[in-house]
T-cell receptor, first 118, second 112 residues
Framework: KAGVTQTPRYLIKTRGQQVTLSCSPI?????VSWYQQTPGQGLQFLFE???????NKGNFPGRFSGRQFSNSRSEMNVSTLELGDSALYLC?????????????????FGPGTRLTVL | KQEVTQIPAALSVPEGENLVLNCSFT??????LQWFRQDPGKGLTSLLL?????REQTSGRLNASLDKSSGRSTLYIAASQPGDSATYLC???????????FGKGTTLSVSS
């Protein structure tokens, strides 16, 4: 079974631009969540989607948004980029209970997208 | 607000040593707890998952325990190897099952 894939793997943008990152979950997984990792703050939760609905959102400004499509693929968008948005953005997928046998809500992560804002 | 703390922040050991990484959390209302490994510049690899009703899980040389009442988990690594060098992250899944809260990690270095 293929793992979680994220595209692109690397991005360089300038302040004020916007960016869209993509995540394809493990086949059959319907929950997708996004995390930001920085050296200072560590890993922080951005948002989680299940069946195209945002179920939870972390403490990030409205410049950060996301969506999920009917095939469970997800995108996140960051508008008006700031220098502090430079980070590794990680996507995780999981199979919530009730979706299948031995579905323990284990989170599986992709390789991440490294965003650099200049 | 759930907070996860990992001690120590860094650890250096010689090859072959057994070691314990510690994780503590402030709110016992969790769905589950996961231990991850992260190599520099890479994504996270799931090592062990412990359901909130379980006490421990084992995989090869790794053993993780969970004591929800005291808000603690430990990751035991037996007979450490240089290939175990990485950052180990502990994370609790909130009770709704929608968000992981991470500790800052323990960076392990195993010398040959």
């Amino acid at each position: 079974k293929a793992g979680v894939t994220q595209t692109p793997r690397y991005l360089i943008k300038t302040r004020g631009q916007q960016v869209t990152l993509s995540c394809s979950p493990i086949s059959g997984h319907r929950s997708v969540s996004w995390y930001q990792q920085t050296p200072g703050q560590g890993l922080q939760f951005l948002f989680e989607y299940f069946s195209e609905t945002q179920r939870n959102k972390g403490n990030f400004p409205g410049r950060f948004s996301g969506r999920q499509f009917s095939n469970s693929r997800s995108e996140m968008n960051v508008s008006t980029l700031e220098l502090g948005d430079s980070a590794l953005y990680l996507c995780a997928s999981s199979s919530p209970p009730g979706q299948g046998i031995l579905s323990y809500n284990e989170q599986f992560f992709g390789p991440g997208t490294r965003l650099t804002v200049l | 607000k759930q907070e996860v703390t990992q001690i120590p922040a860094a650890l250096s050991v010689p090859e072959g040593e057994n070691l314990v990484l510690n994780c503590s959390f402030t709110d016992s209302a969790i769905y589950n707890l996961q231990w991850f490994r992260q190599d520099p510049g890479k994504g996270l690899t799931s090592l062990l998952l412990i359901q909130s009703s379980q006490r421990e899980q084992t995989s090869g040389r790794l053993n993780a325990s969970l004591d929800k009442s005291s808000g603690r988990s430990t990751l035991y690594i037996a007979a450490s190897q240089p290939g175990d060098s990485a950052t180990y992250l502990c994370a609790v899944l909130n009770q709704a099952g929608t968000a992981l809260i991470f500790g800052k990690g323990t960076t392990l270095s195993v010398s040959s």
